[in-house]
Every structure is written in C-alpha cells, then in structure tokens.
C-alpha cells in the first residue's frame, strides 16, 4: 500500500470522517447540561450522518480498486485506521481531548476545532474527485462552515 489514495480512498476517508463527527457529537448530546445544546448536538449528529451518504452516494459512482488483500476487509480497515489516526479525529489526540470534555463548552470548542479541519481536509479532497463532484463538496464545505458558524455563536453565548 503506497501513499498515493485513489478518488475511492479519500471518500471512504471522508465518510468515516463524519462518522466519527456522528459519533462524537451523539457523545455531547450525553455531557450537555442543557436542552437547547442537546437539541443543537443532535441536528449536528444528524448533519454529519446525512453528509456521510452524500459520500456514500459518490463513492458508488467511483472505480475503486483495493491493492491485494491477505483477508477479507484488510484495506478497508486500514483506511479507516488511518482515518481515526492521522486526520481530523487522530487517536490520541481524541483521547486526550475526549478526557477533557467534562461540560457543554469543553464541547462546543472541540466541535469547532473539528469542524475547521473538515473543512480544510474537504478542501484538498476537491483535487482528487472528478469536477462533477466539487458541488457536493462545495454543498459539504457550506454545511461545515454553518456548523462552524452555529457553534461560535453558542460558544459565545456559553461564554456570557
């Protein structure tokens, strides 16, 4: 396996990038002390569930072609470890910032810092699927920006 990823690599990449954002803000519905962050935290669940079909969607109309495999699922698994390990959501440093989140806005500054490198990770992924595609992208970028956008607003609301 090189280090060069296929149209196919980065979008399965992408969707598990928002499965981890699913993932994590389902976790802030759990740590919010309030309805009207829990009620923010489950539209942002939901966002990031529905941007992870619209990858699912394009990666159906992608080639894709797995470098040989010793078991079933092998490269998958490693798109998926490098994913959680060296992207927006890398391993350690979820697990250390995860151990900090003890209230609503320890949460909404990790959301914020997630949702930033998203959007830049979104914007390199543009030059490796075909033109056809960067306005979905562009449609996920503006969604990551509102997201971006709705949380600083809460954030300086908790702030007051």
Do not use: W
Not at 17 to 32: H, L, T
């Amino acid at each position: 396996m090189g280090s060069q990823f296929e149209a196919g690599d980065i979008l399965q990449i992408a969707m598990r990038i928002e499965e981890n954002g699913g993932n994590f803000y389902r976790f802030a519905i759990q740590i919010a002390q309030d309805e009207r962050a829990k009620e923010l935290f489950g539209k942002l669940a939901e966002a990031e569930d529905n941007h992870r079909e619209i990858f699912k969607k394009m990666l159906s109309k992608v080639s894709t072609v797995a470098p040989p495999e010793y078991y079933p699922g092998e490269y998958a698994a490693y798109l998926h470890n490098y994913a959680d390990n060296n992207l927006i959501f890398k391993k350690d440093v979820m697990d250390r910032e995860l151990a900090g989140i003890k209230d609503t806005c320890s949460a909404i500054d990790f959301a914020i810092r997630r949702e930033l490198d998203s959007i830049l990770y979104y914007h390199e992924v543009k030059g490796f699927v075909s033109p056809a595609e960067h306005k979905a992208i562009d449609d996920i970028i503006n969604e990551e920006r509102k997201h971006f956008n709705v949380l600083s607003k809460v954030r300086e609301q908790y702030a007051r």
